[in-house]
């Protein structure tokens, strides 16, 4: 049974960094597009990042120039490194994965159904 499992998330005041890491359990992943999401209070859950199995990466516009996703060589763990964190960065956090090498068509603005397995979610919290 896949698993996977966030953790990072914590309160920082604005300008400050977190990491965010996703670890998968109960599979390998060979090829894979895994992703970022996140869910602000009253909204609607947003694309973030994601990267595909040839480590090609995108970005929303919001968060472009100042997160970075990553992922080790056997993708067993994702990363989101967030820099320069505003308050409006202040959401959970969700990794999500499908089993196909390349990611969704459209961006981080892909559909949410495209991606079969979700974790729990890990709360970032920025003060000003």
């Known amino acids: 049974q896949v698993q996977l499992v966030e953790s990072g998330g914590g309160s920082v005041q604005a300008g400050g960094s977190l990491r965010l890491s996703c670890t998968v359990f109960?599979?390998?992943?060979?090829?894979?597009?895994m992703a970022w999401f996140r869910q602000a209070p009253g909204k609607k859950r947003e694309g973030v990042a994601r990267?595909?199995?040839?480590?090609?990466?995108s970005y929303a516009d919001s968060v472009k120039g100042r997160f970075t996703i990553s992922q080790l060589n056997d993708k067993s763990t994702l990363y989101l490194q967030m820099n320069s964190l505003k308050p409006e960065d202040t959401a959970m956090y969700y990794c999500?994965?499908?089993?196909?090498?390349?990611?969704?068509?459209?961006?981080?603005?892909?559909?949410?159904?495209?991606?079969?397995?979700w974790g729990q979610g890990t709360q970032v919290t920025v003060s000003s």
């Open positions: 999500a994965a499908v089993l196909t090498r390349y990611c969704p068509p459209g961006g981080v603005r892909a559909p949410e159904y495209h991606y079969r397995y």
């Open positions: 109960g599979y390998t992943f060979s090829d894979s597009c």
């Open positions: 990267i595909d199995s040839d480590g090609d990466s």
